[in-house]
């Protein structure tokens, strides 16, 4: 039981390339999450899809797309990357209430 | 505007000195009060939830409680190992499960 995984752990990209983050859970959860984490604000909200095949913005959605393939996977899509996107971006699901999240993608845009 | 407030912003302790760390909130409709543990370079990690004022939880070294206004995490006998940044997040009302964070309080405890 893996819990949320998402990869990659590590990114480095140069302004103006695209990038795609998976993230993928094992506990059938019907919600999933993109969170930013940056330094003094906090963790805020990309996207979220409340169900699979539904989506929706949430406080910082700009520049970034998102595709809930399925109920297990949602992915984050940068088109084109900018470095005011360089943050930690940690993917989750909810459950009962409780939510859960993954290990972090760590991305750097020069 | 729903808003999470979290003091301090860092906190030094030495081992064995408890503490607490305050949490305040101000969201329309409280339906949950979550706390998360995280620790450098990880994901955060679910502590508690508290669903009603004068609801407490308890795990090792850590209670947590609730008021209408405010949540605290006492820290009791901190250990080195409980040092790590402790987030929490308020759900409101909504239809989908959307936390909003504080900023966290990062908590070195020294041996």
């Known amino acids: 039981n893996a819990g949320v995984t998402q990869t990659p752990k590590f990114q480095v990209l140069k302004t103006g390339q695209s990038m795609t983050l998976q993230c993928a859970q094992d506990m059938n959860h019907n919600s999933m999450y993109w969170y930013r984490q940056d330094p003094g604000m906090g963790l805020r909200l990309i996207y979220y899809?409340?169900?699979?095949?539904?989506?929706d913005k949430g406080e910082v959605p700009n520049g970034y797309n998102v595709s809930r393939l399925n109920k297990r996977e949602f992915s984050l899509r940068l088109e084109s990357a900018a470095p005011s996107q360089t943050s930690v971006y940690f993917c989750?699901?909810?459950?009962?209430?409780?939510?859960?999240f993954g290990s972090g993608t760590q991305l750097s845009v020069l | 505007e729903d808003q999470v407030t979290q003091s301090p912003e860092a906190l030094r302790l030495q081992e064995g000195e408890s503490s607490s760390l305050n949490c305040s909130y101000t969201v329309s409709g409280l339906r949950g009060l979550f706390w998360y543990r995280q620790d450098p370079g990880k994901g955060p990690e679910f502590l508690f939830t508290l669903y009603s004022a004068g609801e407490e939880k308890e795990k090792e070294r850590l209670k947590a409680t609730l008021t209408k206004k405010e949540s605290f995490l006492h820290i009791t006998a901190p250990k080195p190992e409980d040092s790590a940044t402790y987030l929490c997040?308020?759900?409101?009302?909504?239809?989908?499960?959307?936390?909003?964070f504080g900023s966290g309080t990062r908590l070195l405890v020294r041996p």
């Open positions: 899809s409340a169900s699979e095949g539904t989506t």
């Open positions: 997040a308020a759900l409101g009302m909504d239809s989908s499960y959307k936390l909003i």
């Open positions: 989750a699901s909810s459950g009962d209430r409780v939510t859960f």
